[in-house]
Structures are given as structure tokens and as C-alpha cells.
Nanobody
Framework: QVQLVESGGGLVQPGGSLRLSCAAS????????MDWYRQAPGKERELVAS???????TYTDSVRGRFTISGDNPRTALYLQMNNLRPEDTAVYYC???????????WGQGTQVVVSL
């Protein structure tokens, strides 16, 4: 099994920066692609950024150029550097992976990000 634990959320002013971290433990070889999702109040959870085992990255349009996803290899840690934050980035951010063999979805508990004056 795999466990994911996020950290690094908090309150930041518009234009500020935060760095989220996700620590992975357990059956690490089952981790290939890892993702950051977020869920704002009253909205559905959305995919923010992904990184494959080979380091290829993808971003949703609203964060491209402002956020950077990175991770250790093997995937014992995942990061999301968030710059030039906007109020609409306010959400609970979740670390996610899909196990390689079983395709089971694994989620962290989430970390709250609030962007406000």
C-alpha cells in the first residue's frame, strides 16, 4: 500500500508564493505518475498538474507559467511551487497517484491554500 501526506499550505496574499510538499511512503515502486488536484468551495475537484515517472509535466491552463510540479525519483516526494498566486487559487490541494499494478487511486488528506488580502 501507499500513503501520501501533504504539507505547506497556508494563507498568502495575492501575488505571493507557496510550496506544497507531498511525502510518499509504502510500496514506492508502484508509484509512477503523480498529480496535484485542488477543490475550491462549491466546486468539483480539478487536476492542476501531473508528472510522469520520466519527468514529463502537464498543467491546467489556469496555472501554466505560474506553478511548477517536481518530484524526487523514485517518487518519495512530490512538490508544487506556486508563484503569483491569485484569489481563485484558493482551494484544498490534494496529492494523488494511481498504483501501477492495481490502478487503485491513492489520495492524501489535503492541505488548505487561501489567497487573500
Amino acid at each position: 500500500q501507499v500513503q501520501l501526506v501533504e504539507s505547506g499550505g497556508g494563507l498568502v496574499q495575492p501575488g505571493g508564493s507557496l510550496r506544497l510538499s507531498c511525502a510518499a511512503s509504502g510500496n514506492i515502486p508502484q508509484i509512477k505518475t503523480m498529480d496535484w488536484y485542488r477543490q475550491a468551495p462549491g466546486k468539483e475537484r480539478e487536476l492542476v498538474a501531473s508528472i510522469t515517472a520520466r519527468g514529463a509535466t502537464t498543467y491546467t491552463d489556469s496555472v501554466r507559467g505560474r506553478f511548477t510540479i517536481s518530484g524526487d525519483n523514485p517518487r518519495t516526494a512530490l512538490y508544487l511551487q506556486m508563484n503569483n498566486l491569485r484569489p481563485e487559487d484558493t482551494a484544498v490541494y490534494y496529492c494523488h497517484t494511481k498504483l501501477f499494478i492495481t490502478s487503485e487511486d491513492i489520495w492524501g488528506q489535503g492541505t488548505q491554500v487561501v489567497v487573500s488580502l
